[in-house]
């Protein structure tokens, strides 16, 4: 059975999306079956690898809502063992469809059932809120992965999403577990960078990742090809990132590395 991991942070602008592409392309180039979740309504993880929005006819709001196997949505990628279930700015409506649901917080989860069995690693992208498509990627996950940017203000808002995670822990999902905070947007040049790195680390010690992304200029042109930073750059500094990314979390799980 696949790990489910999402990728989660109420702020914008963090590393989300960006860390959701590449951690599941380089878990994919390191020969583990990966599925990607886009369950963003912006669908930048689906532009991010490849795939216009525009073009998706069923996508992870059909499998929430209206119960569509997602073997049916499952799209492949250019990158080989990288799979993906699209999103689309229907997702917006999934918030009030969902309100009078029975289980509603159960509905990703459910939905992904079988799939998870097919699969080595399944990554979520989480969208920018605390809302109950949030909720239904947390309850669905084994773990998450928080990203926090090198900037001021860094920890603003941490604390907000710390606590909806222990209420999905109390209430939905008790097996949810905090795979680790990482740290993105790394400058070497600004001392500020340093100061937050040293301060996140203060306060939550063991649970940082010990890789840090640096603010590369590849990683960030890479979705305007719509690719992941493996497939546009392989060499660059955001690549080796996030491939170190990858080999962490498969050390930290106990998982042989196939590449």
């Known amino acids: 059975m696949g790990k489910t991991i ?54 992870i709001y059909e499998c929430i809502i209206d119960n569509v196997d997602p073997g049916t949505v499952i799209t492949e ?25 029975p289980n509603r917080e159960q509905k990703m989860k459910a939905a992904l059932a079988e799939t998870k069995e097919k699969f080595d690693f399944i990554i979520i992208d989480c969208s920018p809120s605390l809302g109950l498509v949030t909720v239904n990627s947390l309850t669905a996950a084994d773990s998450v992965i928080i990203p926090v940017q090198c900037e001021y ?48 680390k203060m306060h939550f010690q063991d649970m940082v990742f010990n890789t840090i992304i640096n603010r590369n200029t590849r990683l960030g042109e890479a979705p305007s090809f719509g690719k992941s930073i493996i497939m546009h750059d392989a060499a660059s500094v955001g690549a080796i990132n996030y491939l170190n990314l990858a080999r962490e979390i498969l050390e930290k799980n106990h998982i042989t590395t196939n590449a």
């Open 77 to 101: 990628t250019e990158t080989p063992n990288l799979f993906l279930i699209p999103a689309h700015i229907d997702l917006v409506g999934a918030e009030i469809e969902m309100i009078n649901l």
């Open 153 to 200: 203000f860094a920890l603003e808002g941490l604390g907000k999403l710390l606590n909806t995670i222990k209420i999905v822990q109390t209430r939905l999902n008790p097996n949810l577990e905090i795979e680790g905070i990482l740290l993105t947007m790394f400058d070497t040049r600004l001392r500020l960078s340093k100061q937050v790195v040293e301060e996140v």
């Open 6 to 59: 999402a990728i989660a942070n109420q702020k914008g602008g963090v590393g989300k999306t960006t860390t959701a592409i590449n951690l599941a392309a380089s878990l994919a180039v390191l020969e583990y079956k990966t599925l990607l979740i886009d369950a963003d309504p912006q669908a930048n993880a689906t532009s991010g690898v490849g795939i216009d929005p525009k073009s998706v006819e069923t996508s």
